[in-house]
């Protein structure tokens, strides 16, 4: 089972297009990545998890975690999600308010609700 | 039904995919057999971490049975409940994994139980219902 991740940057924001499916044994791959991206000096992160099959409670820790350290840092980290199974984990979880969710990532990249 | 995964992270995605497998199988439409993946591959999760944290290297052993209105998969591993285990959120006010984990098992299966088994650890029951 792979995990891929692609960085790219649209306007000011590090964009990683996540595919595959993030649980407890891909999980670290991702918090690895997203950790480089903060320690580079990427603060505005934009997780896509648009190619993302599966996601998990070690999932959302990962995502917590950058969340935490670019708000250490005064960033943000959006993510993109359209998928009602993978909205779903975010919705019972309570983690809808605390990320902004949006639909695509240049909805996600300009900052638009 | 009986499966017994070396307890490391690399074996809960094949799980899942007997899991879907076993529940698509059964009857449960394809909306419930996503649901049924992420319950069980939560439970293994709890069960392959915890194992870790006890220093355990026993196998972690799952049950799929079928009845006639409901299907009862069991985890069974060395660790501490979930139950038992620290739920407080950080400073910040986020909850650990496991909170999260269980808080994603208690809306997706019908019945859920956490009970200590003989010679130590915790059998996690999950139960779906076939009509829900």
């Known amino acids: 089972m792979e995990l891929g991740l692609d960085v790219r940057k649209v306007d000011s924001h590090s964009v990683v297009d996540v595919k595959g499916e993030i649980d407890v044994y891909t999980a670290p791959k991702l918090r690895e990545k997203l950790i480089e991206l903060v320690s580079e000096g990427s603060y505005n992160v934009v997780v896509n998890l648009e190619g993302v099959d599966f996601l998990d409670s070690t999932g959302l820790g990962v995502l917590v975690g950058a969340l935490k350290r670019v708000k250490a840092h005064d960033g943000s980290l959006s993510l993109v999600c359209t998928q009602d199974k993978i909205l779903k984990i975010f919705k019972i979880t309570g983690l809808t308010k605390v990320f902004p969710i949006h639909s695509s990532v240049n909805e996600a990249a300009g900052g638009a609700a | ?132």
């Open chain 2, 1 to 132: 039904m009986e499966i017994a995964i070396p307890p490391g992270s690399a074996y809960v995605g094949i799980v899942r995919l007997a899991v879907g497998s076993l529940a698509r199988s059964a009857g449960f439409d394809e909306e419930r057999v996503d649901e049924i993946r992420i319950a069980v591959s939560e439970a293994c999760t709890n069960a392959v971490l915890t194992n870790d944290e006890a220093g355990s290297a026993e196998a972690i052993a799952i049950s799929w049975r079928e009845e006639s209105d409901h299907i009862v998969v069991e985890v069974g591993d060395r660790g501490a409940s979930p139950e038992q285990q620290p739920s407080a959120a950080d400073s910040q006010g986020f909850a650990p994994r496991l909170v999260m984990s269980v808080a994603l098992l208690r809306e997706l299966v019908d019945d859920l139980s956490f009970d200590p088994r003989p010679g130590g650890g915790t059998l996690t029951r999950l139960t779906f219902s076939r009509a829900g």
